[in-house]
């Protein structure tokens, strides 16, 4: 198994920009595709974006291309999404998840605990 722990969020101003990172322990980093999903209150989880075992590919959704760059450093084991021009609707509990294959499917193996992110107006 793979263990994931997400690590950056907070709370933002509307066009600000927000870094998160999500640390993996357990079996060879390399061998996962990444991933971010998204969930806002009372809304379904959402993909964000997704990364193959060695950064060659990467797929973002329609709604944050252009705007969130997603990242991995195999050598230190943490995936990174770099969210800029945030928008108060982006407000949701961000969570990294891995899987085998790429892309990932919607749902993910392995998931981290979520961290919250918050877009004021």
């Known amino acids: 198994q793979v263990q994931l722990v997400e690590s950056g969020g907070g709370l933002v101003q509307a066009g600000g920009s927000l870094r998160l990172s999500c640390a993996a322990s357990?079996?060879?980093?390399?061998?996962?595709?990444m991933g971010w999903f998204r969930q806002a209150p009372g809304k379904e989880r959402e993909f964000v974006a997704a990364i193959s075992r060695y950064g060659a590919n990467k797929s973002y959704a329609d709604s944050v291309k252009g705007r969130f760059t997603i990242a991995r450093y195999n050598d230190k084991n943490i995936m990174t999404l770099q969210m800029n021009s945030l928008k108060p609707e982006e407000t949701a509990v961000y969570y990294c998840?891995?899987?085998?294959?790429?892309?990932?499917?919607?749902?993910?193996?392995?998931w981290g605990q979520g961290t919250q992110v918050t877009v004021s107006s």
């Open positions: 357990g079996r060879t980093f390399s061998n996962y595709a």
């Open positions: 998840a891995a899987e085998t294959p790429y892309p990932l499917s919607p749902t993910p193996d392995y």
